[in-house]
């Protein structure tokens, strides 16, 4: 299986990038899959997660202002980002999963995007 995550780039604090993860040749079904986001220096955390019914999980930083969703057909999730601040930049991975999201098992991963947010 491939990850591959685009969409990333560079903008002006408010504005908005919307990421993209398609999954190839997954060796079976996806059911959870997850956005995770590393700042410079930082740890990795999880900032969003979408089950394969739909449900969805947020990171309180993100809340209302990110949006995840999915087409399970394709195997491809996007990540909706408004109102982007200085502390959303980072280095943005996909990371789907062969379980569900409260089994937070994570069996891929993507290389990263790397989304960039000056004031």
């Known amino acids: 299986a491939q990850v591959v995550e685009s969409g990333g780039g560079s903008v002006q604090a408010g504005g908005s990038l919307r990421l993209s993860c398609v999954v190839s040749r997954p060796a079976w079904k996806i059911f959870c899959m997850g956005w995770f986001r590393q700042a410079p220096g930082k740890e990795r955390e999880a900032a969003a997660s979408i089950d394969r019914d739909g449900s969805t999980t947020y990171v309180d930083s993100v809340k209302g202002r990110f949006t995840i969703s999915r087409d399970n057909d394709k195997d491809t999730m996007y990540l909706k980002m408004n109102d982007l601040g200085p502390g959303d930049t980072g280095t943005y991975y996909c990371?789907?999963?062969?379980?569900?999201?409260?089994?937070?098992?994570?069996?891929?991963w993507g290389q990263g995007t790397q989304v960039n947010v000056s004031s």
């Open positions: 990371a789907p999963s062969f379980s569900y999201c409260w089994d937070q098992n994570w069996h891929l």
